[in-house]
């Protein structure tokens, strides 16, 4: 009987004899260790040339964009590092070689016969996202009943448990997924669906069933790779990391020049830009699902996270300032800030940002974010908060570049500046805009 350890149940000796066991280590070695693995980065759309680029820094070669997956072909340690660094990315996927599917019946062998003994843990919940297109099987719980079936076959040829099975109920994971969405990007939005709700992450498998051939793709991050291990509190309407850190990216800071985070409640925008400016790594403060793995390289992401450390600057080379008229939003933007490890590189300032001026804080131009607040109030004032926001860029920010969130696009008009371009970015489940300014 396994005993538990915190919200995760210890393994049993004998399970730990198999892990240990010189034909195990054979087989991980065979099978996973050498050779080019491919890994399928799921990104929002709107992030993926950023994203993109990421993967290049990286030293990898990402193929284009289709529908939210953006994949590469890499080692182990390539994963492990796109983990770790991609700011932009919501997770990353290992794919299986595909197999044929035409009947539930090919599902369960071809199930049976994938070494799930070498890369699942049987402590952690499986959530199955079935997506189908164009193929004889008709139905998703049937297939995802197959694949279970074959899961638990395959475990028991080794004495191990099949994981227990989490998979959110079919019908409720089918509406999640967005009715335009095709193939990746739809088995990405189920998979997605209620993933982050427990305090422990489940093993998310996709399988994509498309033309009678089926292809599995194992999650390796985990919880969504917003979730940065920082953020403890949030005010009302936090922005998600993954956003915050994009609009920097997409106005082409690289923490060269400073930054004020205008309107900056819990203080993602701040505290993604001072880590940023530092060159840390995003995922260096949060687990990965594939530490987890019987299969997990450990040696090899101790190397890559021990380089990513050494990468990291001991302090912003530029200045970063949040702005917030809400005392208790500053507390706890600076709590998170502390956790992230930046709060001394950034300059909290209590106060109205309509009384803000930069000069008065020897700021030279930068960037401007401005994240202003949604919902009714702002519906009836938006236009005049606009109008007043537009002249203080435009009388105190001369020079600097700006980012500016609105979720009504007409609004913008009101700025009296042409932005040089407006993305439509995911926003608390909302396409929201922000417009891209350099104020002349
Ligand atoms: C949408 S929230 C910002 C969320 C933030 N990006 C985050 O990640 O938590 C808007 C914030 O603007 C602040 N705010 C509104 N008007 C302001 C003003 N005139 N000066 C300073 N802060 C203001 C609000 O207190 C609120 O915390």
């Known amino acids: 009987m396994a005993r538990r350890h915190g919200g995760i149940s210890m393994r049993t000796a004998k399970q730990d004899e198999f892990y240990r066991s010189k034909s195990f280590d054979r087989q ?23 994203c993109r680029a990421e993967l290049t820094d990286l030293g990898l ?24 660094w991609l700011r932009t990315a919501s997770r990353v996927l290992w794919r299986r070689p595909d197999f044929r599917s035409g009947a539930v019946e090919d599902l369960f062998e071809q199930s049976a016969k994938q070494r799930w003994e070498l890369w699942l843990d049987p402590r952690i919940p499986i959530r199955l996202a079935v997506h189908l297109a164009e193929s004889r099987i008709g139905h998703e719980g049937q297939a995802a009943e197959a694949l279970v079936a074959g899961i638990s076959k395959r475990m028991a040829q080794f004495r191990l448990p099949r994981p227990r099975d989490c998979s959110p109920p079919v019908a409720a994971a089918v509406a999640a997924v967005d009715p335009v969405a095709v193939g990746d990007a739809a088995a990405a939005a189920a998979a997605d669906y209620g993933a982050d709700a427990g305090p422990e992450p489940n093993q998310l498998i996709i399988a994509r069933i498309q033309r009678n051939r089926c292809q599995l793709s194992i999650d390796t991050s985990g919880f969504h790779l917003h979730r940065r291990g920082y953020r403890l509190v949030h005010t009302g309407a936090p922005m998600r990391e993954t956003l915050a850190a994009a609009v920097l990216l997409k106005a082409g800071w690289n923490g060269s020049t400073p930054l004020v985070d205008a309107m900056s409640g819990s203080g993602t925008v701040a505290i993604e830009a001072a880590r940023l400016a530092r060159n840390i790594a995003p995922g260096l403060d949060r687990r990965f699902l594939f530490e987890s793995w019987p299969c997990a390289f450990a040696d090899t992401f101790r190397h890559v996270k021990t380089k990513a450390a050494e990468a990291a600057l001991n302090r912003s080379p530029v200045p970063i300032v949040a702005v917030e008229r809400d005392p208790g939003a ?26 803000f001026t930069p000069v008065d804080r020897d700021l030279t131009p930068g960037l401007i974010v401005v994240d202003p607040p949604y919902g009714k109030r702002l519906a009836s004032e938006g236009k005049t908060f606009y109008q007043r926001l537009g002249v203080v860029l435009r009388e105190r920010f001369r020079g600097w570049r700006a980012a500016v969130f609105t979720p009504e696009r007409l609004w913008l008009s009101q700025l009296g500046c042409r932005p040089l371009r407006t993305w439509s970015v995911p926003h608390g489940g909302l396409a929201i805009e922000v417009a891209l300014f350099r104020i002349g």
């Open 330 to 355: 500053i507390a706890t933007a600076r709590e998170n800030a502390r956790k992230a490890r930046v709060d001394p590189d950034i300059r909290w300032h209590t106060g109205d940002f309509f009384d």
């Open 61 to 84: 070669a990402p193929a284009a964009e289709a529908n939210g997956i953006i994949e590469f072909d890499g080692k182990w340690e390539d994963a492990y590092r796109a983990n770790l």
């Open 28 to 50: 991980v070695r065979r099978h996973l260790k050498a050779g080019v693995q491919r890994f399928a980065v799921v990104v929002p759309p709107a992030f993926a040339p950023l």
